[in-house]
């Protein structure tokens, strides 16, 4: 079954360096989502993308994160200069072009900022 | 903007029992609404979407109702499990747009054999 991968899942990183993280979606999936999960909360969307164009990135802190899809495919999230509140799950996932409107999700990416 | 309400607090119940889960929301009317499952360090994942003119839906021992009136979906696991022992989410589509939702703080369900 096909699956969204997600890369590195564990990240530890001091503040003010710059981290990244990688987002394989399911093939075929045109959206793509970037959220941010803190313990005990739901995902808080970061930002969408419809094929390589972001349809939604109002939620993002554009000062210190951004993303890109530049072919359409997988996508890379940058966080730069990383702080202590970025300590969270940062999530992506996918949706078909065509159907319902269920979410696929990866295994997601742990930071700890230190 | 719109509002999504779970309980926050841990729903421990006896396996074999029903677990009855509860989402509320507020200052609009979605078109449909969804139930993740959420193991602890995983991914949400999908289970029901559930449409506004559906009242119920079922899969295998999982029923979800919507209430468009009371602003309510209610989340049943019939027969449940200590493999059903997860947090569980409770998505709505965004005001503006149907491809982006916004999901709830989850509950907490812990089943003892």
């Known amino acids: 079954e096909a699956e969204v991968a997600q890369s590195p899942r564990y990240k530890i990183t001091e503040k003010s360096q710059a981290v990244a993280f990688w987002c394989d979606p399911i093939?075929?999936?045109?959206?793509l989502y970037w959220y941010r999960q803190i313990l005990g909360q739901g995902p808080e969307l970061l930002v969408q993308f419809q094929d390589e164009s972001v349809v939604d990135d109002s939620q993002l802190p554009k000062d210190r994160f951004s993303a890109e899809r530049l072919k359409g495919v997988d996508s890379t999230l940058k966080i730069q200069p990383a702080e202590l509140g970025d300590s969270a799950m940062y999530l992506c996932a996918s949706r078909p072009r065509q159907g319902a409107y269920e979410q696929y999700f990866g295994p997601g990416t742990r930071l700890t900022v230190t | 903007s719109q509002k999504i309400e779970q309980n926050s607090e841990a729903l421990n119940i006896q396996e074999g029992k029903t677990a009855t889960l509860t989402c509320n929301y507020t200052?609009?009317?979605?078109?449909?609404l969804q139930w993740y499952r959420q193991d602890p360090g995983r991914g949400p994942v999908f289970l029901l979407l559930?449409?506004?003119?559906?009242k119920e839906k079922r899969k295998e021992r999982l029923k979800v109702t919507f209430d468009t009136t009371l602003k309510q979906s209610l989340f049943h696991i019939t027969a449940s499990q200590p493999a059903d022992s997860a947090t569980y989410l409770c998505a709505l589509p965004g005001y503006s747009s149907a491809s982006k939702i916004i999901f709830g703080s989850g509950t907490r369900l812990s089943i003892r054999p």
């Open positions: 200052n609009y009317s979605p078109a449909y």
């Open positions: 093939s075929g999936h045109a959206t």
């Open positions: 559930i449409r506004e003119n559906e």
